[in-house]
């Protein structure tokens, strides 16, 4: 109790309802059936006068004094040591009249005033709690309610001021969810709650008496994603963060069977729990079928190995299915595309290290220029088609870095309106099968001088 920040409440109390005890015995004594006083008052204060008769003494009954709270004095009763409005504190007196050992039994009721003497007082610091990540807004995370000996009302306030969570009321402290939060964007929230006894107005004369808690809020990462091919790419669609995946490639060689576990681009086949704080068990499988029964993929890595060998050119395309294995209903699914190709000893090589031609309007077929009534023709031969002379089908052709001209079977195009000049293209002749190029050797690329003209 300190004396320094005492204040009256508005209301006061007291203690306890005495029976009264009648009697027939002439009235000896009289006293005041109810006093008051102040909490924290001083020792020796005076609580009631007793008006006594001649040759009448006055005292406690035995159990009259609870805690020895008071004396008595002469024919007064004081304070025998300072009192607590949270105490429970009632007297009886009896007067004894010496002459005829009459004796009256008298009860006072002390009201106690309160004084605004205890600060709130928080059961726990810090408080920690969890919270599922996008409970709606409303849910109770908790209640954080303050104690406050004096009673009377309480009054909170939450720092920092929050988004995501608020206090019912200014004197309700039930923390509520103002919107919801993300797991992934958010792992635990810090508050700190305070409370005071008095609200902070003008009007208000003195400082109240606080207290402050911290909240610790922890987020739960809940089931909501499903498994997350990677790579991936994010992106938030309408609050909701899906990672779209754009699929595996490999590359076999036709009537070959790869030993082992499949390399495949751009990298490894597996996928995560996309609810990350989980990191559920990911099971996989080909979707609608048993991979043509050329592929198996291991349910528990995801790895793809062959069966037996392809004997068909071309790309066979799969669909593996990532689903979590407590809980199959959160599955998603990519492509794995598997190009058969001939297997390649030699590149493409084009006939010549030098092109030399003139194209003279926009959409015309260049002109050899070392053989003036023939159309340029590049033409690149593979070592690995021999039984055709050397013609493989499956090579295409293309000019590197320059948009101005297109090949076309083999055929230069000029394919925008230039200037009269001479141009040095690069062109690069490619194996489709294998993506192998004929720029890897010196003589892969030949230089296409190519004079264009526009014609009257």
Same mark, same amino acid.
């Given at each position: 109790?300190?004396? =320094? /920040?005492? !204040?009256?409440?508005?209301?006061?109390?007291?203690?306890?309802?005495? %029976?009264?005890? /009648?009697?027939?015995?002439?009235?000896?004594?009289?006293?005041?059936?109810?006093?008051?006083i102040s909490e924290n008052n001083a020792v020796g204060v005076l609580v009631a006068t007793i008006d006594l008769k001649?040759?009448?003494?006055?005292?406690?009954?035995?159990?009259?004094? @609870?805690?020895?709270?008071?004396?008595?004095? *002469?024919?007064?009763?004081?304070?025998?040591?300072?009192?607590?409005?949270e105490q429970f504190t009632w007297v009886t007196i009896i007067c004894t009249e010496t002459a005829t050992a009459s004796k009256l039994e008298l009860p006072i009721v002390v009201s106690v005033y309160n004084l605004n003497d205890n600060a709130p007082v928080f059961e726990q610091n810090p408080y920690h709690v969890t919270l599922n990540?996008?409970?709606? !807004?409303?849910? %109770?995370?908790?209640?954080?309610?303050? =104690?406050?000996?004096? *009673?009377?009302?309480? +009054?909170?306030?939450?720092?920092?001021?929050?988004?995501?969570?608020?206090?019912?009321? @200014?004197t309700n402290p039930d923390l509520l969810v103002v919107t919801p939060v993300d797991f992934d964007k958010v792992k635990s929230v810090q508050l700190i709650l305070t409370v005071q006894d008095a609200p902070l107005t003008a009007a208000n004369s &003195?400082? #109240?008496?606080? $207290?402050?808690?911290?909240?610790?809020?922890?987020i739960v990462d809940v089931d909501n994603r499903p #498994?997350?091919?990677? #790579?991936? !790419?994010?992106?938030?669609?309408?609050? $909701?963060?899906?990672?779209?995946?754009?699929?595996?490639?490999?590359?076999?060689?036709?009537?070959?069977?790869? @030993?082992?576990?499949?390399?495949?681009? @751009?990298?490894?086949?597996?996928?995560?729990? *996309?609810?990350?704080?989980?990191? $559920?068990?990911?099971?996989?499988?080909?979707?609608?079928?048993?991979? *043509?029964?050329?592929?198996? %993929?291991?349910p528990s890595t995801g790895n793809i190995s062959m069966l037996k060998p392809?004997?068909?050119?071309?790309?066979?395309?799969?669909?593996?299915?990532?689903?979590?294995?407590?809980?199959?209903?959160?599955?998603?699914? =990519?492509?794995?595309?598997?190009?058969?190709?001939?297997?390649?000893? /030699? #590149?493409?090589?084009?006939?010549?290290?030098? +092109? &030399?031609? %003139?194209?003279?309007a926009v959409g015309s077929m260049a002109i050899d220029a070392e053989n003036k009534d023939q159309p340029l023709r590049i033409l690149a031969t593979d070592q690995d088609y021999t039984a055709t002379g050397g013609i493989n089908p499956h090579i295409t052709y293309s000019v590197k870095g320059s948009s101005d001209f297109s090949i076309i079977d083999g055929y230069l195009f000029m394919t925008k309106d230039l200037p009269e000049s001479t141009s040095s293209l690069q062109v690069v002749a490619v194996d489709s099968t294998n993506n192998e190029s004929g720029h890897r050797s010196a003589h892969s690329a030949g230089d296409v001088r190519s004079h264009h003209h526009q014609s009257a």
């Open positions: 109790m300190d004396g =320094t /920040h005492f !204040s009256l409440r508005t209301s006061s109390s007291f203690l306890l309802l005495l %029976i009264f005890l /009648h009697t027939s015995t002439a009235q000896i004594c009289s006293t005041p059936t109810s006093v008051n001649p040759e009448v003494t006055v005292n406690f009954t035995d159990d009259g004094n @609870p805690d020895n709270a008071f004396r008595i004095v *002469g024919n007064t009763m004081e304070a025998a040591k300072v009192l607590d409005f990540e996008l409970s709606p !807004s409303g849910t %109770i995370v908790g209640r954080f309610a303050a =104690t406050d000996l004096d *009673g009377g009302p309480l +009054y909170y306030t939450l720092m920092p001021a929050s988004s995501s969570f608020a206090l019912k009321t @200014p &003195r400082a #109240p008496f606080s $207290a402050t808690t911290t909240i610790m809020v922890s #498994p997350w091919f990677q #790579p991936c !790419s994010r992106y938030e669609v309408g609050g $909701a963060v899906v990672c779209q995946s754009n699929g595996y490639t490999r590359s076999v060689v036709l009537n070959e069977q790869e @030993p082992g576990v499949l390399s495949l681009d @751009p990298g490894p086949l597996y996928a995560i729990d *996309g609810d990350l704080g989980l990191d $559920a068990e990911i099971t996989y499988s080909f979707l609608g079928g048993d991979g *043509g029964g050329l592929f198996q %993929i291991n392809v004997d068909v050119l071309g790309t066979i395309s799969l669909t593996v299915l990532a689903a979590q294995s407590t809980n199959l209903f959160q599955s998603s699914s =990519t492509s794995l595309s598997i190009r058969v190709q001939v297997k390649s000893l /030699h #590149p493409p090589q084009l006939q010549r290290t030098q +092109y &030399r031609g %003139i194209v003279s």
